[in-house]
């Protein structure tokens, strides 16, 4: 009896073993699942963080590059010097310096601090970031990733080229770089991790000269894979944590990288735990080159060992912080189109924001028949006032008219500086009897307005009335003209000229 005893308690205790190995593999297994399904989704966390940050300044690349790169003027000023010599092209060199600086300027507020214009024979015709360096001949490289001018130029970073045209005439590149710094900072700013690049030896040993490979260190992690000297200190996960980190990586990984997969590990230090993931980088010719490292401590991995709760949190997590992203973007670009469309002394439209305007006015004047107004008036004798009070007495003349214009019309009304001392109004659903009334108002407003240092000033006034056949040509040449016979006929009035029936 006690011999069955024994054996039914050993058969007892076997099953109970054996049980207990099933359900701890079952657990074991079902852990490291959700584990793995956590650490995928910080994957595709990581890899969208990166995409909306470089289509971020994608947006504000294209921005640029429709706005000021498509501009004509600026395309013929590009041809002439393509076709001039080198004296000719110093002087428009300095003319689109002069013109796209503020554009730059704006940009490095960004971190955007590399543009360059190239002709199609690979020479260097504008520098923004070393305007006093030029005419030199930059070679392409295999992998575009990267820009590697030489001495305070040399930076790693992501390309971003355009080509220029004038007609069919291919004129050459602009080169926009944003390093990895800028990168970096960005990501941190927004989604609050730390991050790395590593670029492969093989790319650098084929890319770099000798001088530029000793501004890469070797990494940790991995010692073919190499991360470049950044100047900005400023991690959100301290030096000694992420030297520790590393080090646990390399022990970890045993070549990993050289696959070339996205993949996020999790590495416990000084009792925190932190999720690093790995994302795949490629050159503009699809090579793959190296990976961003995105360090993240998250204690979250812990709770999959007592529990599997919370373990979804980081998609809404990803997804808010890539709310946050796309609204300071549209910020940016914003920022970009009212410097686009606004004359920077008087603060209303610009010219050529009033041709816009004025070109959609007209295909409803086509479509429908709708009356539309247009004023050109300009301020008598605006040279002597200069002459004899100075250019920002004339500044204070300019802004005050544009101050009182905006004042006495409509909403619905458009008002632009269309050049020099020169104002023009869009005036929608207003024939010539009420076009005549508003400048005849407006004609009075500014004769009588108490200027200060200036004892009168008055404005001259043509007006016109679209038709279906009109262009912005010939609608704004009949206000030219109206406005030449006010000027004929002793300035300080209106005048009309009709469109031809």
Known sequence: ???????????????????????????????????????????????????????GYRMTVDFIETRYFQD??????????????????????????????????????????FLQIRFPDGKVFIRFHRPERFGDIVQEKKFSIFNTEKKK??????????????????????????????????????????????????VLLNK?????????????????????????????????????????????????????RNFAVDVKVDGDYYVVSFIVITSMTGDK???????????????????FLMMYISVEIALLAMLAFLINIRTRSEKF?????????TGIYNKGKFNQVLEEELKKVKRYGRPLGVILFDIDHFKKINDTYGHQVGDYVLKTIAKIVKENIR???????????????????TDLNGLKILAEKLRKTIEEYPFEHVEKVTSSFGITEA????????????????????????????EIVLPEI
Do not use: H
């Open 411 to 429: 909403d619905t009304d458009t008002f632009a500086r269309w050049g020099g001392e020169e104002f023009v109004i869009l005036a929608p659903e």
């Open 153 to 202: 130029d040399l930076t790693g970073g992501f390309k971003f080229p355009f080509e220029l045209y004038y007609g069919n005439e291919f004129l050459g590149t602009v080169e926009i770089i944003v390093s990895y710094d800028a990168i970096k900072d960005e990501l941190r700013k927004i989604f609050k991790g730390e991050y790395q690049f590593l670029i492969y030896r093989d």
């Open 467 to 494: 038709v279906p056949e009109d262009t912005t040509d010939t609608v704004i040449r009949r206000a030219d003209e109206a406005l030449y016979l006010a000027k004929e006929r002793g300035r300080n009035r209106v």
């Open 1 to 55: 009896m006690d011999a069955k005893i024994k054996k039914s308690a050993l058969i007892y205790i076997l099953a109970f073993l054996f049980l207990s190995i099933v359900i701890w593999f079952v657990f074991e297994l079902k852990k490291n699942q959700n584990k793995q399904i956590y650490l995928n989704q910080k994957i595709v966390k990581a890899a969208a963080e990166f995409k909306a940050t470089l289509n």
């Open 289 to 307: 080159v190296g990976y961003l490292v995105n360090y993240e401590k998250d204690n979250t991995i812990f709770l999959f060992s007592e529990t």
């Open 337 to 345: 189109r009212i410097l686009s469309e606004t004359d920077a002394l």
């Open 208 to 260: 770099l000269l000798k001088e530029e490979k000793k501004n890469y260190i070797q990494s940790e992690v991995d010692p073919d894979f190499y991360y470049e000297a950044g100047q900005n200190g400023n991690y959100q996960i301290p030096v000694e944590i992420l030297s520790q980190i590393n080090l646990k990586l390399r022990e970890k990984l045993e070549g990993r990288l050289k696959q070339f």
């Open 72 to 113: 004509p003027e600026i395309l013929k000023l590009i041809y002439t010097a393509l076709k001039s010599d080198e004296k000719e092209r110093q002087k428009i060199r300095k003319e689109i310096y002069t013109r796209l600086k503020p554009v730059y300027r704006e940009m490095q507020k960004y971190q955007i601090k």
